[in-house]
């Protein structure tokens, strides 16, 4: 049984506000040209389908052309909503769309769909399970103590019937204890929305959504793909790829990355003013790619920014790193925002109001009230 696994498509993202919808069609389509070159039996989404709960149009469409494509191809495709999802809009149709070989876990009701496939080695038993806050699995097992992330989500994998002699997989949208973080992913305070490697045990394979960066946790086959696409400027020194995973007897499992190539690069360069806009400097390079330059030069260069897009049109950041930037903060460009989770930024606005930073009580205290602002938003209170 040969799967691919993706997640974290963010259709419809801005960065730093550039548009990534044309950049998500080409690595879409390269994608799907993967897919028809490896012959897969099947496609993980493993969540953060859109970028925004209220997707644009234009990224709505783009996903229904993505789902259509390999519906038309007949391999079944199995999508769980992420923590950017809107469960009831990524649920939009689920039923309708299981007869394409469509499978859309997106609310979660205490149930875990489960999709059996089957192979020469015999079953493979997928479950999808969407991204859980602690209150979703509370309204469901209200007799239960659930305080935290890690209650959460083992309350619903203990409630799971697996069957021991299947190949058991698992499509999970949460945060796994010891994986690394990128700038662009939502972060909660202390770590609160972690969950331990160890819950995940009875599973042959656990397909992973929610980090950007693709790696294992604790186990070869406790894995996050990552984003098909660079989503910020940590992720510059990555190669992006998918995964795909052979799933042959019991026990058995081979992992391969295939790498993918962007429309456009994500990439940093530093220098002087006068080596950045030399020709040699820029000759031969893509110069379309999305840039963070450093200037190097001790005095501003004014209107920087606007100088340097007549030949960089995608530079997304300008920083300096001089005696004043290593005294003082680095200038950014526009958007930088963008990459700055909801607690950062009103940590700036603190210290901005207040002369001074916040405690890690202050943190903590309006980390939860961010948390229990986005249940209810999601209406999961």
């Known amino acids: ?24 069609k080409y690595i879409l389509k390269q994608i799907l040209s993967i897919l028809d070159k490896e012959g897969a039996d099947g496609v993980i989404l493993a969540g953060d389908i859109y970028d925004k709960p209220i997707p644009s149009v234009e990224a709505v469409q783009v996903f229904d052309w993505f789902l259509t494509s390999l519906a038309d191809r007949q391999i079944p495709v199995f999508v769980i909503s992420g923590n950017h999802d809107s469960v009831e809009r990524v649920s939009f149709g689920a039923h309708l769309m299981e007869n394409r070989g469509i499978h859309i876990s997106g609310i979660y009701d205490g149930k875990t769909h489960q999709v059996t496939l089957r192979d020469e080695y015999g079953e493979v038993c997928i479950s999808l399970l969407p991204f859980l806050r602690p209150a979703s699995v509370r309204h469901v097992f209200p007799d239960a103590e659930i305080s ?6 083992k309350t619903a994998v203990d409630a799971m019937e ?6 058991n997989i698992l ?6 204890t010891g994986a690394s973080r990128c700038e662009s992913e939502e972060i909660l305070v202390g770590g609160l929305d972690q969950v331990d490697v160890s819950v995940f045990d009875a599973f042959d394979y656990v397909a992973l959504g929610h980090l950007h960066s693709p790696q294992k946790v604790g186990r070869e086959t406790v894995r996050y793909c990552g984003t098909p696409l660079k989503y910020s400027f940590s992720e510059a020194e990555q190669q992006k790829s998918v995964t795909i995973v052979e799933l042959k007897e019991k026990g058995n499992t081979e992992i391969r990355k295939i790498p993918l190539k962007p429309l456009r690069d994500m990439r940093r360069i530093r220098g002087t003013y006068l080596e950045v806009t030399k020709k040699s400097f820029y000759e031969g390079t893509n110069t379309e790619d999305y840039l963070q330059i450093t200037l190097t030069d001790e005095e501003d260069v004014p209107d920087g920014l606007q100088k340097l897009r007549v030949i960089y049109p995608n530079l997304m950041r300008l920083e300096y790193d001089n005696r004043r930037t290593r005294e003082n903060r680095s200038v950014e460009g526009a958007g930088a925002v963008e990459e700055k989770s909801q607690l950062e930024l009103f940590e700036e606005f ?7 930073p916040m405690s890690a009580q202050q943190q903590s205290f309006v980390q939860g009230l961010i948390q229990k602002i986005q249940e209810k938003e999601f209406g999961r209170e």
Do not use: C, T
Not at 148 to 153: K, L, R
């Open 171 to 176: 499509i999970a949208h949460q945060f796994v």
């Open 162 to 167: 697996l069957p021991p002699e299947a190949r």
């Open 1 to 24: 049984m040969k799967l691919m696994h993706l997640s974290d498509l963010h259709i419809g993202k801005r960065v730093n506000e550039f548009s990534m919808i044309e950049d998500q």
């Open 350 to 356: 603190f210290e901005i109001q207040n002369n001074q």
């Open 148 to 153: 935290s992330y890690q209650e959460g989500v």
